[in-house]
């Protein structure tokens, strides 16, 4: 299947860059919408409790499943939204994110604190939206 081609704006003019992630990304296509993951396995049990690189990398695979059912990868992801208890777990978030995206053409990205999550022992939450080509017929 073709990728879809999609097109990074880093720095739109007046903006300052960000610093590992899209201001802007846009492509064409059928748009696929994966509800937010939490680092839960497949039975339902917490992963990495008190651990948020343990809990990030749980979730990024758990959305690359997601975005394998809908057959995208994580080079069709135009945006991700963290939500995070405490803004220090960003590094862990972006180490683990890192693994997945092509760092030199990032998603576009929002970031936010949260009081708390569906489970005391979840740390974040990821949600994204990915592009795909649209199918001919």
Sequence with gaps: MERTRLTHIAA???VTP???YSHVVMGSGR????SGQVALDERGEVVGA???LAQARQVF???RRCLAAAGATFDDVVKLTF????TAFLPAVREARDAY???ERPPASTAVQVAALFRPKLLLE????AVLPEVAG
């Design 12 to 14: 739109p003019e007046g």
């Design 18 to 20: 960000g610093a590992g």
């Design 31 to 34: 748009w696929v919408a994966l």
């Design 50 to 52: 008190g651990d948020p």
């Design 61 to 63: 695979e758990n959305l």
């Design 83 to 86: 939500y995070v208890t405490d």
């Design 101 to 103: 995206v092509d760092v």
């Design 126 to 129: 990821v949600e994204a939206f």
